[in-house]
């Protein structure tokens, strides 16, 4: 369980890095004057690039703090946290 949460965590830092580096792109682009079109795709892939991140942000909340809230006896109340979580994630 623990490898697992710290792969996740990599895995999410590795692909924040990479966001980051897309956004920066889209300001030199967006500097240099480029194609709007071109812009357009870049937001694209980083939208799609967070989404995934989000992805993974929620699988390793219900996989690890939903088991952990019926160890204390708070099921009820992180069920209802994650439900409100995707509600705000997919909106």
């Known amino acids: ?6 792969e996740r965590k990599l895995q999410i830092l590795s692909r924040l890095k990479k ?9 030199k ?19 799609s690039a ?8 929620l699988d390793g909340y219900i996989k690890e703090c939903i088991p952990a809230s019926y160890k204390n006896d708070q099921s009820e109340k992180n069920l209802d946290e ?9 909106k």
């Open 29 to 47: 682009m967006v500097d240099e004057g480029k194609c709007c079109g071109d812009i357009m795709v870049q937001i694209s892939a980083v939208r």
């Open 50 to 57: 967070i989404n995934k991140i989000g992805g993974l942000m």
């Open 19 to 27: 966001v980051e580096g897309q956004v920066k792109g889209i300001q």
């Open 1 to 6: 369980m623990i490898e697992q949460k710290e």
């Open 82 to 90: 994650l439900i409100d979580t995707i509600v705000k994630y997919v």
